[in-house]
C-alpha cells in the first residue's frame, strides 16, 4: 500500500526463502540457523495455519533502505512469511497491520502512525483518513496520497505499477484416478507426444479391477502407434 510506505519501520523475509542466507550476516548467522532449526515444519502448513502461529522472528543483521524517506529499515526472518506467495517478503506497517504489530511489540520494534485515526490500546488503526508523517503528502486522504505516492515514486525511478494476482498451483488431477484428462503417448523414439486432435476423445476403461500394481499397467489402452509418424 502506496499510503502506508513512509509508515514502513521493518520487513520480513520467509525463514524458507531460497535466499534468506544471502542477507545473513556472519554475527547472525548462529542466531538465524538456530531458528531456522525451530520452524522447519512451517513450509508444510497452510496459508490458514501460518496465519493463526504465533510469530517469531531473528533479525538477519541486513538493513533495506525505504523509498519513500531513505531510511535504513531492518530485515527479519520470520515465520509468518510464506516464501512462494508474492515475493516472500514482506514490509511491516506495525502502525496499520495486526500482524506487524504483533510482531513489532514482541521484538520492541518502532511503530510510526502515517493514517490519522484513533489507536485503541493493543490495536492498530486499518480505516480511512489523512496521512500524517508522510513528508509533503501530509493531510491527503489516503486515496488520494496512494495515486499520488505511485506517481511519485515511478518518477523517481524507485516503483512501477503492477498486477498481483493471488493464486496459488491448481491441481487439475484432483479426484481424477487417470490423471489429467491431457491424453499424451510416450513414445520410445519420440518421448512424451501429445494425441493428436483428429484422435479424441480418449475412452476410458470402466471396468477396471483394483489391487496390487498400478491399474494404468493392465486396463489402460496401451497404443502401438506415435502421433509423429
Known sequence: RPDTLFGVTFM????????LMELVTNEQ???IEEFLKKIKTVSQKSMKEVEELEKQGVFTGSYAINPANGEKIPVWAGNFVIADYGSGMIMAVPAH???DFEF????KIPVKQVISGKIEKGR???GEGKLMNSGEFNRLN??????KIRKW??????????IQFKLKDWLISRQRYWGAPIPVIYCDKCGIVPVSEKDLPIKLPEKVKFGKGNPLTTFFINPEFCPEF
Open 12 to 19: 520480513v523475509i520467509s525463514a524458507q526463502h531460497p535466499r
Open 29 to 31: 548467522k548462529p542466531d
Open 97 to 99: 497491520d495486526q500482524r
Open 104 to 107: 513489532a511489540k514482541k521484538y
Open 124 to 126: 492498530v488503526y486499518t
Open 142 to 147: 489516503n486515496d488520494e496520497a496512494k495515486v
Open 153 to 162: 515514486l515511478s518518477k523517481k525511478g524507485k516503483a512501477r505499477k503492477t
